[in-house]
């Protein structure tokens, strides 16, 4: 298999990029062939994208939609191909066919079989595969080069979502039916113009626009949004809508048929809107050339879509007559949305060509839908070429689109950009400029629809109305459906939320790193005007799915990894092999460096190395390498790592039942310790201790019939009395352990100690550590404030008087010195801290959580911790925390091109310069966000770069080195910024820059930065990107519209606003999680997620809905998870038979909502309800504990807490007035 | 008339007394000529199966300064009901309980048979014994072990509702708490730091119930539940003791090469005795140090734990190199004191090849009447045998140990005390009887003795304050009283009361009698303590300086002889033997430290200042017998002359027993003669020296280091190093005497130091 990829790689096709996966990957694992098979198909296209040479290379076969087959003829021809998958190689034709596969996202493996062979023609495969689908994801992925996989599809979907969200008409929007979605794209039109309206004012109007909307859609999309959104943008509107219409209408028809379909339809349909024009062939060479053929394929049967557009107007009309055609217009927002992207990458390529041509079309296109953007893309990237442009301008044109965005475009050259982020008109706005953009589409749908809806929303902003992060979330996830290729430089990834498969092309998958932009300003002046922040989160051991391999080792022998010599960055696909391949330029510095003769290898006729695919660290982003005993402690290789237990045994914690638990659980914890060869005995040795007011070590040696206890009171000057037989092999000890866990409840059963120390408790783990000389990691299981006279002694210094003034940020910090002192040591030895807190009153989480925060653990909280009920959610976390993955005694160094630097760092560690993160302990779960400032200029066309090594030791014993790649574009356009923005990571750095910033600030003032950082961004955008409109239009970047609403989470979280029933504890709790969630944790803890069960079908979740009290219904039951919390809410009017599906109960009364697990019922909903929860839980780095709600309960103020589009007890805005809001301040900054 | 050598007998028969002088010189002046001063060696509790204890309390008398106990030597009005101090002569009435006395009906007290009488006293509680074990873990697998068992066989041989502990050390100190079930539990202390008594007791969980005890009295029942878990009665935790003695590990730290193991001796025995100073104050307790090395690390340090700095030599301490030293005995000796404060004993058990800081340690037994025992390993019957000793019992199955004993002198008022030398402190009691003039530990009339046993001796001296110029009436007797307050092995409080009394002598005109009453032995001893004791706090040479000029002064005194003329010299029987006992004095380790580690002076100082006068002497002037085919066994000169080929010696040196194997002995026990029928007679003479030498091995505390050699066998060096070297390389030829062995010496033998004594004596400018 290898060989045959490779010589494909070779041939002079040797397009870089198909090569790069099949040949990576194949060198590396004979497994991945199958995968990378279909994903190099995919590759290709996207490459040519990345690569401004590749692509036009590319582009211009990729146009040939047979392109695709063709580059991975060269590759790894004939193969197989289409198996590609299987083989990746062998199927030339597979590629093609693969990129069907990606396409075909929804059925991957069909799709790319049958492509294989079609390849040739690929219209013909396309349409076999999922024509609707595939347009959508045609359009989506020819836009953005990079964006093509993740948005390429998403687009479509968020295109349609957004018209939907702007239709307003499908009330619907809950049910993600297809018939709701429909209604959206009508909206979306509408949606930037309503937004545009002032806040109050817009409301007003708003309303009657939606009212109107249904109607008017049906006429012409663009009058009807102008209506709605006010007639102020009415110009800008009315274009979209016009152009939009036709689009979004054949959507939906399209869409209208299957429900998920339909969103993707809807996107072909767009394409075919503009495909009819542009005619068949062009738009297939779009397609082709843009990332996916898939999609490319799709298109061209949507091409056919003359045809197949007709068919979905047809099916659109029927579902949602009036209104479904009105939605057509959203569909124009849609494209506008995504034109945007697309016109990004276009602007990327041949900026200038694809500006010109494509503004036009792509405005059009935009709106109208994915399929446009595509075409956009496809310009620019060498696309140009005839059969792209051809069909840019045609989808375009044809639409209104070219009307409406023209304008747009003249201000920005990349008009789209503007239309992109779907200028939400405000309020009414919203539908027509969020129209495109939001998915609200449900929700609008409802209001649509319903005209009766719209009135309301007149009064005050309809809610429908206004950007709907469950639609753009269900947007991506239909976009997503081909695996995410990392090989194009500046392709934003699916969100989080989304479920996709990574293939690792030369930059770390998102798992690992995720961008807050990826488009970064070239100038510090630009980035400065933009005020977007400039993050990445990286979480450096993420544990990957099953279907994804991890990093692979590279072993470079005595002389340790091959590094540049002036900036010591690590040996990567960066590195510039020049004069034969004796030396390579680091792509970082540019310095070149001498390639030591053990690693020398010869050139191929395109500079690359001949053995790069067999050299993870020359084709892949992540991997790893091996460290040599310079890279160790003292230059002295590590000794294993070791686990010590420290448990309370104070009364409170015998009573509590934690004391036995622990024991029991620990018994068979022993056998789970971490490992990296399952089939192997973990060498993690183990030790014990238990105290109060003093500390209880055990001599657990295997000799020992018995356990021994060694007491030591001298907790004032701490050390650890026993070296040989504290930290044991768990085989060789077992029965003295097992003796020991099940002693240790009898033994202070009748204790009467209350008084407990901490300080001296890590102190004695930490010299254990000492003493061994190794790593390793501390489980604390503490319950009260230390209060006993030793070091780190603490006072109760609860005082919610502070709360709200200037002193409040006092109660954030750590009582004492001695914490931060203590944290540094452990450091240095890399003593990583896990403490699990069960405290019934103040313990001060602030101060007890420094170590742990410093030295890379976690701290979990059980409050009020009562064995029966808490005990599942204690046990789990706990058995996850022993068993995850771990590195110890790491550091991490981030290394930039020259341009720009890691300024700052968010997360469990500690520094001790500026430059270097240690972590005494790095789990799987834990993310450390970097913030990047510039310090000089970054060029267009390197990108910007950046190398996070991560230099640790394994749970073997082994040091190591984890090498993250990731490569960025760069731009000198503010809109290309702008439409490169991933905003759930900006709001992970915005919760994690603000509850740092608590520390220093009165949390008002941070509340304040915030708001003002998140205007400054948005006015800014509106300034420079969007098309000029009525200063009462509220417009968002398309990538940005949901930054309000996040924002307004963000800020009204327990941390920033407390409650008056949040403790002190809790908040610095909380803040501390934060400071070390990736952004899949922070999106879902700052905007749970939501989940109607009224009806659960087995493979698939029910389309969430938003986060208000008004989204629940009584007879419904609904569940609600955080990543902390997980509420199971049951309406007061609920159905018998669903009462007796989950809790088999038929009255309401009697569900005892002290339950925290539901019963076990045979019956098919509660299995699946099981599983849904189940699936949830293991998603988590931590246990939820079930809560059943009823609703009119009391607990329903906890659970109502969690419905954060509302407003909330404490204060805090709901999404409506916070958008308003922003909206004024946005105002304020513009004028 | 019995001669002065049956009263001698007699008197440490019945009472345990030895004077130097038994007729005292009436005048201060005359007493000071007399150059031994009046002195007697005094063995408290000595054994006496013939004197059963009385069940009552004794009389005092009344005059609050004085305290004396009624004694047979008091006067006694059986008509009034009143009795008349010896001492102070105050006039007291009986107590009620006397009424009924008469003539006929005495109480034992008054009889003369009973002028050393015992009581029982009944009141306030009785404490247990307590037993607390310090056990150092830095030591090899097979000496642990030794110990171990040592350790686990000690168990069975503690009185069943002894209290016993166990606290182990190496790096970290470890006390042991005995009560808990299931898992084994200690305390853990770092080796290196400091504590203070409270500390410590804090950290053992031990300070509330020491809120509510009061000062000087026992705590034990109330605090029990405190105290017991780490205190606790043997019969109780007999088996969980015995299985953590069993599992007890060496030290588990690594000791890297080129080191010594740290050894955290100073740290737990500072635990140890907070524990018993918070727990039991003022109640019996022994804590039995065991270790096999020298402290390494923390206070008390005595020597850093790099190997190749060895521990200090005489060399080093005279060159005052020794780094440690000053500040480990400081240490050491603050320990003792607060120790014996508390009535609780020391004993330090080292069995180690190298030196372990006996120097150091020493006060820590020295001043608490703990045991000493030196060994080279653990695994020696030296150790094991002596450690099995210490529980030996007497006829009564009781303990021959005694607890927080204290021992007051009460003296008539022609003497007063000048001090004591033995294992013991003083209570620094001011009275009238005590003199300003001090002798060894002065300064007091009261002393503690935390451990007695048996065999204890401490030795008194005293001084003649009585003026020339107003002598004692004729038939006059001093009188001195002992009073010895105790625990009894059984848990008893008792009091042992010994009173003695002499007549007072003109030494003008009665010299010859006093002269006659001189115990040359007793003298000897006691001379030789005050060198000992002078030797710990001056130089060597001095001490010897001093020893020689009161033996020339006694010469001078008593000898007969006309001036210069050395050939005339004579000494009278009764001190014809003093010289002698000198010259061995002078050449024993006691003295000399050449070829002695410090440990080792410090060692047999130690033993020498604690035992009876018989076995002193045998330190003194070791005991040889010689066994021939020609005769029974006899004792001979311990003189090099006394070593002959067809002779078996066996030398009795107290810390050694040495059987030394003639020359032509040798050969014919190499040629097997031994068991040939034919030589039945030649076994049992090679037996014969085997039996005595079990004999001594058998009574002896502590074993004897028992030596069987033969001539030119390297050990043999332990008996050439004693003998007189009348014949040495340097006079072999010269006496030309065919008997005997030459010994390699510089040393003079015993006929140059007399003859140089002689001139000395003789000489007028003296």
Redesign the interface.
């Known amino acids: 298999m290898n060989v045959n990829q490779h010589t494909p790689m070779a041939s002079p096709y040797g397009q870089p990029q198909p090569g790069y996966t099949q040949p990576g990957y194949a060198p590396l694992d004979g497994g991945y062939p199958a995968p990378y098979a279909p994903y190099n198909g995919p590759a290709s296209p996207y490459q040519p994208g990345a690569p401004p040479q590749g692509y036009s290379p590319f582009t211009s076969f990729p146009s040939k939609a047979v392109a695709a087959n063709p580059v991975s003829d060269l590759s790894s021809p004939l193969d197989l191909g289409i198996s590609g998958p299987a083989r990746g190689p062998p199927t030339t034709g597979p590629p093609p066919i693969s990129a069907p596969q990606q396409y075909n996202q929804y059925s991957h493996s069909q799709g790319d079989m049958q492509n294989g062979p079609p390849p040739m023609t690929q219209a013909q495969p396309r349409p076999p595969v999922s024509q609707p689908y595939n347009p959508g994801a045609m359009n989506m992925s020819g836009p953005h080069p990079t964006y093509p996989q993740h948005y390429g599809p998403p687009p479509t979907m968020q295109q349609v979502s957004n018209q939907m969200s702007g239709m307003q008409i499908t009330s619907g929007p809950p049910t993600p039916a297809g018939p709701g979605y429909a209604p959206p794209h009508s909206s979306q039109p509408p949606v930037s113009t309503a937004y545009s309206a002032a806040p109050p004012p817009s409301y007003t109007q708003a309303p009657p626009p939606v009212s109107s909307a249904p109607t008017q859609p049906p006429p012409s999309g663009p009058a009807a949004s102008q209506q709605y959104y006010g007639s102020p943008p009415p110009p800008s509107q009315q274009p979209f809508n016009s152009s939009l219409p036709p689009t979004s209408q054949q959507q939906f028809t399209s869409s209208s048929v299957p429900p998920p379909p339909s969103q993707q339809t809807l996107p072909p349909s767009s394409y075919s809107g503009p495909a009819p024009p542009a005619g068949q062939p062009p738009a297939p060479p779009v397609s082709q050339p843009q990332q996916s053929f898939p999609p490319s394929q799709p298109p061209f049967s949507s091409a056919p879509p003359p045809t197949s557009q007709p068919a979905f107007a047809p099916g659109p009309p029927p579902t949602a007559p009036g209104s479904f055609p009105p939605r057509a217009p959203p569909p124009s927002s849609q494209p506008g949305s995504y034109p945007p992207p697309t016109s990004a990458p276009s602007c990327q390529y041949p900026g200038p060509l694809p500006p010109q041509q494509q503004p036009p079309p792509s405005q059009p296109f935009p709106y109208h839908s994915g399929p446009p953007p595509p075409r956009a893309q496809m310009p620019p990237t060498s696309m140009a070429q005839s059969n792209h442009l051809p069909p840019g301008p045609q989808g375009p044109p044809g639409p209104p689109g070219p009307l409406q965005q023209p304008p747009s475009q003249p201000g920005m050259q990349t008009g789209y950009p503007p239309q992109q982020n779907g200028a939400f008109g405000q309020v009414r706005g919203p539908q027509p400029g969020y129209a495109g953009p939001y998915p609200g589409q449900p929700n609008y749908g409802a209001p649509a629809p319903a005209p009766a809806p719209a009135p309301p929303a007149q009064k005050r902003l309809d809610p429908d109305a206004i950007p709907s992060p469950i639609q753009v979330i269900e947007d991506d996830k239909a976009k997503s459906t081909e695996p995410f290729t990392t090989g194009v430089r500046g392709q934003a990834p699916p969100l989080v939320t989304t479920n996709f498969q990574v293939k690792d092309q030369g930059n770390a998958s998102p798992r690992f790193v995720r961008c807050t932009a990826y488009n970064m300003p070239c100038t510090a002046d630009m980035a400065k005007q933009s005020q977007v922040p400039l993050a990445a989160v990286v979480k450096p051991l993420a544990t990957l799915p099953p279907d994804e391999t991890p990093p692979y080792l590279v072993d470079h022998g005595e002389g340790g990894p091959i590094r540049c010599n002036r900036c010591k960055a690590y040996m990567c696909p960066y590195m510039q092999f020049i004069e034969g391949g004796r030396r390579f330029q680091c792509g970082f510095c540019s310095c070149v460096t001498e390639v030591p003769p053990h690693y020398f290898q010869h050139l191929d006729h395109t500079g690359k190395r001949v053995d790069c695919y067999d050299r993870p660290e020359l084709s892949l982003g992540s991997y790893e390498f091996l460290a040599t005993v310079d890279y160790c402690k003292n230059n002295k290789l590590p000794q294993p790592p070791a686990f010590i237990f420290l448990i309370d045994v104070s009364y409170n914690a015998v009573k509590s039942g934690m004391v036995s638990i622990v024991c029991q659980e620990l018994k068979t914890l022993m056998d789970y310790l971490p490992r990296e060869n399952p089939e192997m005995d973990s060498i993690v040795r183990v030790g014990f201790v238990t105290y109060n007011k003093v500390l209880h070590f055990y001599n657990v040696k295997s000799s020992l019939a018995q356990p021994q206890m060694l007491v030591v009171s001298d907790v004032s000057d701490m050390f650890v009395p026993l070296l040989d037989g504290f930290l044991v092999n768990v085989n060789e000890s077992r029965l003295v352990i097992e003796s020991l866990l099940d002693q240790i409840p009898e033994m202070f059963a009748d204790t009467r100690e209350t008084e407990t120390v901490f300080g001296p408790v890590i102190q004695a783990g930490l010299e254990a550590l000492k003493a061994a000389d190794c790593a390793g990691k501390l489980f604390v299981f503490h319950t009260s404030l230390p209060i006993a006279e030793a070091p780190g002694k603490l006072k109760n210094r609860e005082d919610k008087k502070l709360i709200g003034t200037d002193k409040e940020k006092s109660l954030f910090q750590p009582q004492v010195g001695f914490y931060n002192t203590l944290a540094k040591e452990c450091v240095a030895q890399g003593c990583c801290v896990d403490l699990f807190l069960f405290p019934n009153q103040y313990v001060d989480v602030a101060t007890l959580g420094v170590v742990p925060v410093s030295t890379g653990g976690s701290v979990y909280k059980y409050t009020y911790f009562q064995a029966q009920s808490d005990q599942e959610r204690f046990l789990n976390d706990l058995r996850r925390d022993v068993q995850k993955p771990v590195g110890f005694d790491a550091v991490m160094r981030v290394r930039t091109s020259t341009g720009i630097r890691a300024t700052d760092f968010f997360g469990s560690f500690f520094m001790s310069n500026t430059t270097d993160v240690e972590l005494a302990g790095l789990d799987c779960d834990k993310a450390i966000t970097v913030e990047f400032k510039h310090d000089d200029k970054l060029s267009e066309e390197t990108g910007a770069l950046m190398q996070c090594a991560v230099l640790y030791t394994s749970c073997s014993g082994q040091r190591r080195l984890r090498i993250h790649n990731m490569a960025v574009n760069c731009c000198s356009q503010l809109a290309d910024l702008y439409r490169n923005c991933e905003t759930d990571t900006i709001i992970n750095f915005f919760s994690k820059y603000a509850f740092r910033g608590v520390l220093n600030n009165p949390t008002k003032a941070v509340r304040d930065t915030l708001v003002n950082q998140c205007a400054q961004i948005l006015a800014c955008y509106r300034k420079n990107c969007a098309s000029p409109s009525s200063a009462g239009q509220l417009i968002l970047p398309e990538c940005m519209k949901l930054l309000p609403v996040y924002l307004n989470c963000v800020l009204k979280s327990d941390v920033l606003l407390p409650g008056a029933d949040v403790s002190l504890d809790d908040r610095a709790y909380l803040r501390q999680l934060i400071s070390c969630m990736d952004v899949t944790e922070t999106h879902v803890f700052f905007y749970p997620r939501l989940l109607p069960l009224m009806k659960l079908e087995s493979g698939s979740l029910p389309v969430a809905v938003r986060d208000s009290e008004e989204r629940l219904s009584k007879g419904g039951v609904y569940l609600l998870e955080t990543g902390l919390h997980l509420f199971l809410w049951v309406g007061a009017s609920v159905q018998q038979e669903l009462l007796l599906n989950i809790f088999g109960t038929p009255s309401f009364g009697q569900i005892d909502s002290s339950m925290t697990s539901l019963p076990v019922l045979d019956n098919p909903f509660s299995q699946r309800l099981r599983e849904i929860i189940d699936s949830f839980r293991a998603q988590r780095s931590r246990y939820m504990k079930l809560m059943v709600v009823k609703q009119e309960d009391r607990a329903e103020l906890i659970f109502r807490h969690f419905l954060v589009e509302d407003k909330s007890v404490s204060g805090g805005a709901s999404y409506v007035d916070f958008l308003c809001h922003m909206h004024k301040e946005i105002r304020q900054l513009l004028s | 008339m019995t001669t002065y050598q049956e009263f001698i007998q007699q008197n440490e028969g019945r009472d345990g007394v030895r004077f130097s002088w038994n007729l005292w010189p009436s005048s201060r002046l005359e007493a000071t000529r007399l150059v031994v001063p009046v002195s007697c060696l005094f063995t408290p509790l000595k054994e006496r199966p013939d004197l059963p204890p009385v069940q009552y309390e004794p009389v005092l008398c009344s005059r609050a300064n004085c305290k004396a106990v009624l004694n047979p030597l008091c006067q006694v009005d059986f008509r009034a009901k009143i009795w008349a101090c010896n001492f102070c002569f105050q006039r007291n009435p009986f107590p009620p309980s006397y009424a009924g006395i008469s003539e006929v009906n005495q109480p034992a007290e008054l009889m003369p048979q009973f002028s050393t009488i015992e009581y029982i006293v009944q009141r306030g509680p009785t404490a247990p014994l307590i037993f607390l074990y310090v056990v150092d873990t830095c030591l090899e697998e097979e000496d642990l072990q030794a110990l171990k068992e040592s350790l686990q066989m000690s168990l069975s041989l503690l009185p069943p509702n002894a209290l016993v502990g166990l606290i182990t050390f190496g790096r970290?100190v470890?006390v042991h708490?005995l009560s808990?079930e299931?898992?084994?539990?200690?305390?853990?202390?770092?080796g290196t730091?400091d504590?203070s008594s409270k500390q410590i007791q804090?950290?053992?969980?031990l300070t509330k119930p020491a809120a509510s005890g009061q000062q000087g009295r026992p705590l034990a029942p109330q605090d029990a539940a405190a105290s017991c878990r780490f205190l606790q009665p043997v019969q109780k935790v007999d088996m969980n003791l015995t299985?953590l003695l069993g599992?007890l590990?060496s030290d588990?730290?690594?000791v890297p090469q080129g080191k010594r193991p740290l050894r955290s001796t100073g740290v737990a025995l500072s635990v140890a005795v907070g524990l018993l100073e918070g727990t039991f104050p003022n109640t019996g307790a022994r804590v039995m140090l065991f270790i096999g090395g020298p402290p390494t690390q923390g206070p008390g340090m005595v020597v850093g734990d790099e190997l190749k700095t060895p521990i200090r030599s005489w060399h080093d301490i005279q060159k005052d190199n020794a780094r440690h030293l000053k500040k480990a005995t400081k240490y050491y000796e603050a320990m003792a004191n607060r120790s014996a404060v508390n009535g609780h004993s020391i004993d330090i058990y080292a069995c180690a090849l190298d030196q372990t800081g006996l120097l150091e340690m020493k006060c820590l037994s020295n001043l608490t009447g703990g045991h000493i025992v030196m060994g080279d390993s653990f695994n020696t019957s030296l150790f094991k045998q002596t450690f099995q000793r210490v529980f030996s019992k007497d006829n009564n199955g009781d303990f021959r140990m005694a607890f927080g004993g204290v021992l007051e002198v009460k003296t008539t008022r022609e003497l007063k005390v000048c001090g004591a030398i033995g294992p013991c402190v003083s209570l620094n009691s001011k009275g009238s009887c005590v003199s300003e003039n001090e002798m060894g530990i002065g300064g007091t009339s009261q002393w503690k003795v935390c451990s007695i046993n048996p065999s204890t001796t401490l030795g008194f001296y005293f001084e003649v304050v009585n003026q020339h110029n107003a002598p004692v009436p004729q038939g006059g007797r001093g009188a001195i009283q002992f009073v010895t307050q105790y625990q009894h092995s059984n848990t008893q409080r008792r009091i042992r009361v010994t009173t003695i009394a002499r007549n007072w002598a003109d030494a003008q005109s009665q010299i010859q009698h006093i002269e006659s009453s001189f115990d040359q032995e007793a003298a000897a001893v006691l001379m030789a303590r005050l060198g000992v004791f002078r030797a710990e706090s001056e130089e060597g040479p001095d001490v010897l300086r001093w020893l020689d000029r009161q033996l020339i002064r006694l010469c001078q005194k008593f000898g007969q002889f006309n001036k210069d003329d050395p050939t005339s010299f004579r000494l009278s029987e009764s001190l014809s033997l003093y010289p002698q006992f000198m010259f061995h004095l002078r050449r024993s380790p006691f003295l000399q430290v050449f070829n002695n580690s410090p440990d080792e002076s410090s060692y047999y100082r130690h033993h020498f200042v604690r035992q009876d006068l018989t076995q002193s002497l045998i330190m003194i002037q070791p005991i040889l017998y010689s066994y021939s085919f020609y005769g029974p066994p006899e004792p001979v000169l311990l003189d090099s002359s006394s070593i002959l080929p067809d002779r078996i010696l066996l030398m009795d040196t107290f810390f050694q027993l040495v059987i030394y194997h003639g020359e032509t002995i040798a050969q014919w026990r190499k040629a097997g003669y031994q068991d040939m029928a034919e030589h039945e007679v030649f076994k049992l003479l090679l037996q014969a020296p085997l039996d005595d030498a079990q004999e001594i091995l058998q009574t002896r505390f502590p074993m004897p280091r028992y030596i069987d050699t033969e001539h030119g066998g390297s050990q043999a060096r332990f008996l050439l190093s004693k003998v007189n070297p009348s014949q040495t390389h340097n006079n072999l030829y010269a006496w030309g005497q065919e008997t005997g062995a030459p010994i390699l010496t510089d040393d003079v033998s015993l006929q140059v130091f007399m003859d140089h004594l002689k001139k000395l004596a003789v000489s007028s400018s003296a």
């Open positions: 970290m470890q708490e808990c299931g898992i084994a539990k200690s305390y853990v202390f770092r730091k504590l804090e950290m053992l969980g299985d599992e590990q588990p730290w690594p």
